[in-house]
């Protein structure tokens, strides 16, 4: 392993990591609360000990989350110096507020989480408010910092230094507001389908207790219109991709050649030394119709691209159809739960819908990660997208796979304990519908 | 580049010392309190665990992002000064980031695992063992700054990558690739005795705020006392340290010998903080405790001011100033926007964190203490 693909590695899985936590620190504020307003609502101690028990599940997590961030904001520069010096003054505004987000978010959720009976139940409610919206503000402060990366702007270059550098116009770049839609999205889907197949699951075992009901209830109601609205969001996207990343659209289709009319290729196997994508169903002039809304607008191929440029195709590829499958899964169940809803049928006797939701645990995350696989490995080569390379940006160090293969024990071993824990907690939620009196 | 910095950047690199000094008197403060609960003793141990506990579960993750806040500035405002830090002090601030990782998620691990004592102790353990470890690497870090270690490494490394960018293969170059060995670069940068020396200083230093902090903080007097002496142990190391460590490096540390010890404002300085400490200590020994607060986070707050002094205008000594490693202007300003507005949010925020959990408990939490054992379960 060579040190600019261990150090590619590092940050991929650095990244990898914390997102699981971030999208945890994100969704899960909602949930609580709405599950404490109920509460403060009806009266129901049903609520409150669902409140407290998300909360408890949250600490653990947003604590990982918390140092798994530190990490990164370090990488920055053990990895990528070059890339920091270049664009610290660039795109470190979105950073900077961000850093005002997160301490907004740790001070609130520290007064949540131990703040029970000593400050008002209103002014307790107020401050998982805090955490929810200052939550959401770190997340989208960051992913405008990353969309910069795909779009760069605000700075020219001159003898390699940045000039006229214009911090506002690197934060409004035209990837930031499909980037950050389609994030936020993902956060609510993959929390709110989280909570509501491992409650699912749950229900499935023989656990009657109505805090189980509510439990999915509530996550639904975040999960589902975040998944309903993802398609939307992802079709904002891909026009966005089409327009300003060529090369990685055609990545994500396995589109080779420069077509009239290309089609969508579902699933299939690119191959960059033969230039075309094996065994996939493809849908005669689809992609056409989805990236530019004409179904003979022509697609530019990687033909198009010097090799040197192109992505790893399967990567790119294979990442995009995982999303999009498990994406496209979870706005179908979504669906499903709305009919039920609006027919006022309870979902939770469904045990068909159920076992839908138990089976969709892990989609959200995993359609994320799958994601940002995307994003990522299909702006490569470049680190600053046509303007600077990854291979250029990487530290000086050599020996970086010693790094990397320590971080990837530790995180092995938090996703383990995390994962340990997580269980000891659902062990100890309510049982039988009995328990309840 | 003008040679002098502007005053927007003077004021720029006046935060970024004051948020790293607020991460030290807080977030040092929570590394102390697991400093204590390693050295918890007597028949009170449990107890005074429980205290560290109480005190540090609501702050800690707010008072760490002080040091979110160094890195962020530091990359934004001054970003070949973040470069460089990055490159050659890789390796400690990778031992570093270990620290902090283990040491926040075993207390958090801790506070939601089985409350039996076996799964408690090893948490415990792990958390204690990271408090104590990762001041150190903070502190080896700061020494390598000061003392011109980390930016002589950069300096050995530069001139190597100006020759293969200029395709230099003269003798000269030829003397510099052979200097630039990982050793020259990535460990003489921070292995160094005065930097290994501001590690042990920075422990103390915390363990000595943690004390009093924690003396405060105690519901009684038998709990107050086991920190008061702590403390005084702890201000005890930290003098000594803080007065032999210059003494010693004066002659080999051009920063201590020349500026720290030999500046016009050296001795005014040294008597005022010597006076703060004093009364720190003596506040301590005659038992007032909220002017021993008061006191030893000024003491601190003149150690960190002295260094900075020291260094000024140089932010990587022996050569990169302030002015060199300014970002442009424009970046500049909408910072000093961002951190205006970030104030505005974060000062009540802080403010209202500190009250609900340090100030004096509102009456109806007093009136449910009474009710209820105070203990750890009642975080719900």
Redesign the interface.
């Known amino acids: 392993m060579s040190d600019l693909l261990a150090a590619r590695a590092q940050m991929a899985l650095s990244l990898g990591f914390h997102i699981i936590f971030a999208i945890v620190g994100i969704g899960m504020p909602v949930l609580m609360v709405i599950a404490e307003r109920r509460f403060l609502r009806t009266g129901d101690p049903v609520f409150l000990d669902l409140t ?1 028990r998300w ?2 599940g949250t ?2 997590l ?3 989350g ?6 990164l ?2 990488e ?3 990895l990528w ?2 890339f ?3 664009a ?3 795109i ?2 979105p ?6 987000a ?3 978010e ?6 949540y ?7 008002s139940p209103r002014a307790h409610w107020w401050s998982g408010v ?1 955490v929810a919206v200052s939550g959401a503000a770190s997340a989208v402060f960051v992913v405008i910092a990353n969309a910069w990366m795909n779009t760069p702007r605000g700075f020219r270059i001159e003898n390699g230094v ?1 000039m006229d ?4 116009a690197a934060m409004m770049t035209p990837a930031a507001f499909p980037q950050v839609l389609h994030m936020m999205l993902a956060a609510y889907a993959a929390t709110g389908f989280a909570v509501a197949g491992i409650h699912a699951y749950l229900i499935l075992r023989g656990r009657t207790h109505p805090f189980h009901r509510h439990a999915v209830h509530i996550a639904l109601m975040v999960g589902a219109p975040a998944a309903l609205l993802q398609p939307i969001s992802g079709d904002i996207s891909a026009r966005y991709v089409a327009k300003w990343q060529p090369a990685k659209l055609a990545a994500m289709e396995g589109q080779f050649r420069t077509e009239r009319g290309a089609p969508l290729r579902l699933g299939g196997l690119p191959d960059e030394e033969a230039m075309t994508t094996r065994w996939a169903i493809e849908i005669p002039k689809a992609l056409s119709l989805l990236a530019f809304h004409d179904p003979n607008a022509t697609v530019a191929g990687l033909e198009e691209f010097p090799r040197e440029n192109w992505p790893p195709v399967a990567v790119t590829h294979i990442a995009f159809q995982v999303m999009v499958a498990l994406g496209t899964y979870l706005a179908a169940v979504s669906a499903w739960a709305v009919l039920m809803a609006l027919r006022r049928r309870p979902i939770v006797a469904n045990r068909a819908l159920l076992r839908a939701l138990a089976v969709a645990t892990p989609f959200g995350f995993i359609a994320t990660e799958a994601g940002w696989v995307v994003t990522e490995v299909g702006r490569q080569p470049w680190i600053i997208y046509e303007v600077a390379r990854t291979a250029d940006a990487v ?5 970086l796979q010693f ?1 990397f293969a ?1 971080f990837t024990a ?1 995180y092995i071993g ?1 996703s383990v ?1 995390v994962i340990l ?1 997580l269980r ?2 659902l062990a100890e939620s309510p049982r039988e519908e009995a328990a309840a009196a | 580049m003008s040679g002098d910095a502007g005053l927007l950047t003077l004021a720029l690199a006046g935060v970024l010392l004051a948020a790293l000094l607020a991460y030290v008197l807080l977030g040092g403060a929570d590394y102390g309190g697991g400093v204590w609960d390693l050295f918890a003793t007597g028949e009170r141990k449990e107890r005074q665990r429980a205290l560290i506990a109480d005190a540090i ?3 800690w ?2 008072n ?2 002080w ?3 160094v ?3 530091l ?3 001054f ?2 000064a ?6 050659v002090l ?1 390796l400690p ?2 031992l570093m ?2 620290g ?2 283990l040491r ?2 075993a ?3 801790r ?4 409350r039996r004592s076996g799964a408690q102790r090893r948490w415990g353990l792990v958390f204690a063992i990271a408090s104590v470890f990762t001041p150190i690497m903070l502190g080896i870090c700061v020494g390598a700054i000061a003392s011109g270690a980390a930016g002589e490494s950069w300096g050995i ?1 530069a001139r190597v ?1 100006a020759c293969a960018q200029a395709g230099d293969t003269g003798p000269e170059c030829e003397g510099a690739r052979q200097a630039a060995t ?1 050793g020259a ?2 460990v003489q940068s921070w292995l160094t005795p005065f930097a290994l020396g501001i590690g042990v200083l920075a422990l103390a230093m915390f363990a000595f705020l943690a004390g009093v902090y924690l003396a405060v903080e105690s519901p009684d007097a038998a709990l107050r006392e086991d920190f008061r002496l702590r403390a005084l142990v702890a201000a005890g190391a930290t003098a000594a340290i803080a007065v032999l460590l210059p003494l010693a490096s004066a002659g080999r540390v051009p920063i201590v010998g020349e500026r720290l010890l030999g500046a016009w404002w050296s001795k005014p300085a040294l008597f005022v903080t010597a006076a703060v400490a004093a009364t720190a200590a003596s506040a301590l020994w005659r038992r007032r405790y909220r002017l021993a607060r008061w006191a030893s986070a000024g003491m601190v707050t003149l150690l960190l001011a002295g260094w900075a002094a020291a260094q000024f205008p140089l932010l990587v000594p022996p050569d990169l100033t302030i002015a060199l490693a300014a ?2 202007q ?2 500049q300003r ?2 000093a926007w ?2 205006g ?2 104030a505005f ?2 000062v009540p ?2 403010v ?2 500190f009250r ?2 340090k100030g004096r ?2 009456a ?2 007093r009136m ?1 203490a009474r009710t209820t054992v105070r203990g750890r379960d ?3």
């Open positions: 407290k909360a408890k600490a653990i947003f604590a990982v918390a140092v798994s961030g530190t990490i904001s370090f920055l520069g053990l110096p070059g920091m010096e270049f610290g003054p660039i470190g505004m950073f900077s507020l961000e850093g005002f997160f301490f907004t740790a001070i609130f959720l520290g007064i989480l131990y703040g029970w009976g000593r400050i805090m940045a550098v214009d911090p506002l530290t000086p160090m050599p020996g790094p320590i530790m938090l304990i824990l000891r907690q | 579960g609501p702050v993750e707010a760490h992002v040091l979110i806040l890195v962020v500035l990359f934004t405002v970003p070949p973040f470069a460089r830090l990055t490159t890789h601030l990778l980031l270990i902090i990782v926040g998620t207390f958090t691990f506070t939601y695992d089985d490394l990558q990982f670069v990535y970002a442009p424009a970046t909408l910072v961002v951190l507005l970030g949010v974060l925020s802080m209202y964190l609900v959990f408990p509102p109806f939490a449910e009642h975080r719900g």
